[in-house]
């Protein structure tokens, strides 16, 4: 079937594809997520293929910041290296072209290479530039904040 917006009833699925990812990306409760295909379907999709959900990423738009934020993403391991995390990071960066200068952010660990190099492939794919904008260290977690804008945008 391929990327469609996510839905409440894959919340199960999505919690579990997301404890597989830890401790790049954690489940919370059902309740966030609910939040989330209720006030931002535009910007979360799930991958399923065979009715079982492979990939998700959760992604929130804010108005006032002209920003998508990438919250999480994660793809089954039985789904392997394949290419799922790309495909839906592609479509968050598409609904960013769709919205017109809207910069979008995503926050990654800085051990996560495999998303860091996703990230970067598929932002030189779409013609978006990329640039590490800011940290995030409390002493048990970290990320690096990256900031991805259209170069063809005029």
Known sequence: MGIRSFQEKDIPAVQNILKE????VFAYKEYVYWILERYFSDTCYVYEEDSKILG??????SAEKNVIFVWQIAVSRAA???GIGGHLFT???KCASEKKGVRVEIAINPENIYCQKMVKRVAEKMNFEIEAI?????GIFQETLYALRALDFE
């Open 56 to 61: 998700y990423i959760g992604a929130v738009y």
């Open 80 to 82: 392997g290296k394949n």
């Open 21 to 24: 990812g830890e401790p790049y």
């Open 134 to 138: 800011g940290n995030y260290n409390d």
């Open 91 to 93: 479509r968050v960066l």
